[in-house]
């Protein structure tokens, strides 16, 4: 094979054809599907008198809905138990693979997939979800469809797809201690802004990449949709390996030999040419926190609320409308801001080693007084091993609710918002307007170590002197 | 008001009056916030179309402005459609009415499910998309030719080039923007794409 990036070898095995007007029909190796952006694929499926060409590549999950309290069926909300129990009809009509309440694999769509050995290196994936550039992390190709690709992907197995260019963004230098992936996504973002990566997958490469471990290079590809790409990806290596070996649907025995192979053959070669190149040291990035309302305005934890001045022209009207909007004056520091929530979880950060992190500054210390803090793991496997190993307990103690496996908070479709004009320190992906329930509500994104150390002090701080 | 058909077949042009939403980045949380995504049909959607934003204006928002009730070409600025992939955001904006969108630039997943729904996304300059808001604001009852298949949209003797890439707009001139027969009829080449893949044949071991 000649010189090629990992993103153009992927694309040509999975090429099934040329449509007119140069997009590629992209054949899909795994699909994931949920209970909200699927029922209305199933439904047009049916419409079209079609069927399901690969049941077996497509698993499903149910994670937006689920209430993070009390998990008994029926839900108090009949629209969310509704949905559910179309997602149960639909995939026992069509032979799909379920994994549900209490199962003990159910959880939030891009933590269960990768936990189960599901993603793997070189395949497409595609999930009814912009966050399904998680997956990228191992090597795969995958980005987040519409409803309308759902049912395209169910009925084929195969999308129809513009090819991106590819940016590598290298990363240099150690991130010191308590700077975290998440802190790093949110300056690369900063940076190059939310609509830099649009037209664009991005690499992940570089010795800081490498020293990444699965969950925070997950955490780093589940963001790159922030930054307008909608595929992120880093390229197989040992690491990689290593997470996969033993997994439910990882191959084993002589297959796992080849599989390796294979895998490694994938990546970028060291002389593959890319459409664009940036780089960053890592080793200047401070505790990373959002201000506004794109998670593009961002700062360091040590810095102050940007200024017009400060701002390039382009992007003042934005500024004034975040200013307004999170009730924060240009030039005023961040750290020190009061928070009434703080919720650590979702898609981004609610993996076993986010908990760690996150209980490593609980420990011991207490959430301040008249603030809500709760702790929601990505999955029902993640929550088995949290609490096997005390995390619960840790939490519990310091005064956080500990609860049951689903996106929570991140987004407003269970019982689990913000409420009036409520600030939160949260640990998930997006700081839109109304994003976590309240129209008027406001979100401060951070990694869940920032998150603890907000719950504690109950303020924006600090968290490096913490774990010092 | 009754809501115009549903886009069926070709869409080589669309005649009707525009709508402006001023301002970068407008993400689909926006366009539709989350609470109506509870829901197994896309059927009721438009009553949430930028049900928030609407709220806090308070009746001053374009889309509950009585001189755009009726309009069916919206005009937007930078990154418009950022965030989520919710197809329900170009959904509710369907049955609100709107029939083509047109911008500075667009957030891809965005553009692709409006494309699923023959809702063309075309390109203009930055500050061509404001001129065009502007002269929508300067006279809301003048139609829009918004021409898919020539790539410019008309207002009174005023015009403007749009862009749009070759493979979208090969697919909505010619009708084939629902594409799934298409690719559904693409059974052998299915078959030899599946079997070339190492993971799906258990990597020859």
């Not at chain 1, 699909?31 to 439904?43: D, G, K, N, R, Y």
């Not at chain 1, 990444?212 to 780093?220: D, I, K, Q, V």
């Not at chain 1, 360091?300 to 009730?327: C, H, I, K, S």
Request: charged residues 20%; aromatic residues 6%; hydrophobic residues 40%.
């Amino acid at each position: 094979m000649s010189a090629g990036t990992l993103f153009d070898k992927v694309w040509e095995l999975h090429r099934v054809a040329d449509l007119p007007g140069g997009s590629t029909q992209l054949f899909i190796g795994l699909h994931l599907i949920h209970e909200v952006t699927s029922p209305q694929a199933f439904a047009a499926l049916s419409d079209l008198g079609l069927t399901v060409r690969h049941p077996e590549r497509t698993v499903a999950t149910v994670d937006h809905i689920v209430p993070t309290t009390s998990q008994a069926r029926p839900f108090a909300d009949p629209l969310a138990e509704e949905m559910l129990a179309t997602l149960e009809a639909n995939c026992a009509a069509h032979g799909i693979l379920l994994h549900g309440l209490g199962s003990g694999r159910q959880g939030i769509v891009h933590v269960i997939a990768p936990e189960l050995g599901l993603t793997q290196p070189g395949m497409t994936v595609a999930c009814g979800d912009s966050h399904t550039s998680t997956h990228g992390a191992f090597g795969a190709i995958a980005f987040g469809i519409g409803t309308s690709q759902v049912r395209d992907v169910l009925a084929s197995q195969s999308l129809a797809m513009t090819k991106l260019k590819v940016r590598r963004i290298w990363v240099e230098g150690e991130l010191q201690n308590g700077v975290y992936a998440k802190d790093l996504i949110l300056h690369i973002i900063r940076t190059l802004g939310v609509k830099g990566g649009v037209g664009y997958a991005h690499e992940f490469a570089g010795p800081t990449i490498e020293a990444l471990t699965m969950e925070e290079r997950m955490t780093l590809c589940n963001m790159a949709i922030e930054g307008g790409a909608r595929v992120g990806y880093v390229n197989p290596d040992s690491t990689t390996f290593a997470y996969l070996q033993g997994r439910p649907h990882a191959p084993s025995g002589a297959a796992w030999d080849q599989a390796v192979a294979w895998w490694s053959a994938l990546a970028s070669d060291p002389d593959a040419s890319f459409d664009d190149e940036v780089r960053f040291d890592a080793a200047v990035i401070a505790p990373t926190v959002t201000w506004g309302i794109t998670p593009g305005q961002g700062i360091g934890v040590d810095e102050t609320v940007p200024t017009l001045e400060q701002t390039p022209p382009d992007e003042r009207p934005l500024a004034e409308e975040a200013y307004r909007y999170m009730d924060l004056a240009p030039g005023s520091p961040i750290a020190g801001l009061p928070v009434d929530v703080c919720f650590i979880g979702s898609c981004t950060n609610g993996r076993l080693s986010d908990l760690r992190e996150a209980a490593a500054v609980a420990r011991g210390r207490q959430v301040a007084p008249g603030l809500r803090a709760f702790v929601v793991p990505g999955s029902e496997q993640v929550a088995a091993e949290a609490e096997a190993e005390g995390l619960d307990a840790v939490f519990r103690a310091a005064g956080f609710e500990w609860r049951q496996p689903g996106c929570s908070m991140c987004l407003a479709m269970n019982p689990d918002r913000l409420e009036g004009r409520q600030i939160s320190a949260s640990s998930s992906n997006r700081n839109f307007k109304g994003r976590q329930g309240s129209a008027s509500g406001r979100t401060l994104l951070m990694s869940p170590a920032m998150v603890a150390a907000a719950a504690v002090t109950g303020q924006v701080t600090d968290v490096r002197p913490l774990i010092s | 008001m009754s809501i115009p058909a549903f886009p069926v077949g070709p869409v080589p042009r669309h005649r009707g009056c525009g709508v402006a939403v001023v301002g970068d980045d407008i993400d689909t949380d926006r366009i539709i916030p989350a609470r109506y995504l509870k829901c197994v049909s896309f059927t009721g959607l438009a009553e949430g179309v930028f049900a928030d934003d609407r709220r806090e204006q308070a009746g001053a928002h374009p889309f509950d402005r009585p001189e755009h009730q009726g309009a069916s070409v919206l005009v937007v600025n930078g990154n418009f459609g950022c965030g989520s992939s919710r197809e329900h955001a170009p959904q509710a904006l369907m049955r609100w009415g709107i029939r083509a969108v047109i911008g500075h630039s667009f957030a891809e997943i965005f553009f692709g499910n409006c494309l699923a729904l023959g809702i063309p996304c075309l390109s203009l300059g930055k500050a061509e998309a404001q001129a065009l808001q502007a002269a929508i604001a300067a006279d809301p009852s003048a139609e829009l030719l918004v021409d898919v298949e020539g790539l410019q949209v008309g207002l009174g003797t005023a015009s403007w080039p749009l862009q749009l890439a070759a493979g979208p707009h090969q697919m909505l001139v010619s009708g084939q923007w629902d594409g799934t027969s298409q690719l559904v009829a693409h059974d052998p080449e299915l078959r030899a794409t599946a079997a070339r893949l190492p993971y799906l044949t258990g990597f020859g071991a």
